[in-house]
């Protein structure tokens, strides 16, 4: 049984750093996607940025230069290190997976973790 289960999130002042990870189990991810999304209250749940096996990713504009996303596939975990927080930044931010050897900008992806809670106040 797939399982992403994420951790880091927490409460940070803007302009700060908090650094998002995500331990994968339960089959080998080679050749999937890694994915990080966010949700905040009473919006759509929202792309954030993705990785594939071989390290080619993309981020959303409203995060780009600040957040950087990186995998260790031997750990099968992935990370979003994220700085120069903004209040905006404020929501439940999910790992996610898919089968896929090319960045997926999307939300539809196989595997989702729980979430954790990113909190920047101004």
Same mark, same amino acid.
């Given at each position: ?7 880091? %999130?927490?409460?940070? &002042? =803007?302009? *700060?750093?908090? #650094?998002?990870?995500? !331990? +994968?189990?339960?089959? $080998?991810?080679? @050749?999937?996607?890694? %994915?990080?999304?966010? &949700? =905040?209250? *009473?919006?759509? #749940?929202?792309?954030? !940025? +993705?990785?594939?096996? $071989?390290?080619? @990713? ?12 990186? #995998? ?10 994220? @700085? ?39």
């Amino acid at each position: 049984q797939v399982q992403l289960v994420e951790s880091g %999130g927490g409460l940070v &002042q =803007a302009g *700060g750093s908090l #650094r998002l990870s995500c !331990a +994968a189990s339960g089959r $080998t991810f080679s @050749n999937y996607a890694m %994915g990080w999304f966010r &949700q =905040a209250p *009473g919006k759509e #749940r929202e792309f954030v !940025a +993705a990785i594939t096996w $071989t390290g080619n @990713n993309a981020y959303a504009d409203s995060v780009k230069g600040r957040f950087t996303i990186s #995998r260790d596939n031997a750990k099968n975990t992935v990370y979003l290190q994220m @700085n120069t927080l903004k209040p905006e930044d404020t929501a439940v931010y999910y790992c996610a997976a898919r089968r896929s050897t090319v960045v997926v900008p999307t939300t539809l992806y196989d595997y989702w973790g729980q979430g954790t809670q990113v909190t920047v106040s101004s």
